[in-house]
T-cell receptor, first 116, second 113 residues
Framework: SAVISQKPSRDICQRGTSLTIQCQVD?????MFWYRQQPGQSLTLIAT?????????ESGFVIDKFPISRPNLTFSTLTVSNMSPEDSSIYLC?????????????FGPGTRLTVT | AQTVTQSQPEMSVQEAETVTLSCTYD???????LFWYKQPPSRQMILVIR??????QNATENRFSVNFQKAAKSFSLKISDSQLGDAAMYFC??????????FGTGTSLTVIP
């Protein structure tokens, strides 16, 4: 398994500002992802963080709004830019690990963002 | 596109009893992965159990077991001897070989003392 930490755990931000969320994993992983979970909802994939190249964004998410960095195999950041109240959500970092044909995916504790 | 359906928004179970949470999915793939995650009020997503589609044997993890019916595209979670700490939101998830990951809408489980 992988142990994932995120910082900050929560924040309250004013609209128009930006927040960068950090994700640290205790081991090198190939696959890292960022998800959003809006209140009372399921998880939605924002993007796959690729080490050494630009992130791969899902439909409805763009780099200008959610820039992602992945400088190495244990760390990634997600920035929520020019925030509006609609961005209030929990943001979760996730990693995937493979061993042979087996695959597991783990999640960080999440960052609860409130935009006022 | 693959979809994951959890038809039970809420379930409840008496402490020490058994409960089954339902999940169905739609896919044209033959090789994929299925997961159940638990999300307590602390919001930490915890991997409960996983099943690889190529394995015929149902996965078991202590009090948690699955009933994987590949032909029916069904993947239910059985929790035996329910405990108060099992109360949480449970999400069923599907992962394709191509790295696409899909979550169901969740089932909120209440455990009654």
């Amino acid at each position: 398994s992988a142990v994932i930490s995120q910082k900050p755990s929560r924040d309250i931000c004013q609209r128009g500002t930006s927040l960068t969320i950090q994700c640290q994993v205790d081991s090198q992983v190939t696959m890292m992802f960022w998800y959003r979970q809006q209140p009372g909802q399921s998880l939605t994939l924002i993007a796959t963080a690729n080490q050494g190249s630009e992130a791969t964004y899902e439909s409805g998410f763009v780099i200008d709004k959610f820039p992602i960095s992945r400088p190495n195999l244990t760390f990634s950041t997600l920035t929520v830019s020019n925030m509006s109240p609609e961005d209030s959500s929990i943001y979760l970092c996730s990693v995937g690990t493979s061993q042979g044909r087996d695959y597991e995916q783990y999640f960080g504790p999440g960052t609860r963002l409130t935009v006022t | 596109a693959q979809t994951v359906t959890q038809s039970q928004p809420e379930m409840s179970v008496q402490e020490a009893e058994t409960v089954t949470l339902s999940c169905t999915y739609d896919t044209s793939e033959s090789d994929y992965y299925l997961f159940w995650y638990k999300q307590p009020p602390s919001r930490q997503m915890i991997l409960v159990i996983r099943q690889e589609a190529y394995k015929q044997q149902n996965a078991t993890e202590n009090r948690f077991s699955v009933n994987f019916q590949k032909a029916a595209k069904s993947f239910s979670l059985k929790i035996s001897d329910s405990q108060l700490g099992d109360a949480a939101m449970y999400f069923c998830a599907y992962r394709s070989r191509g790295n696409q990951f899909y979550f169901g809408t969740g089932t909120s489980l209440t455990v009654i003392p």
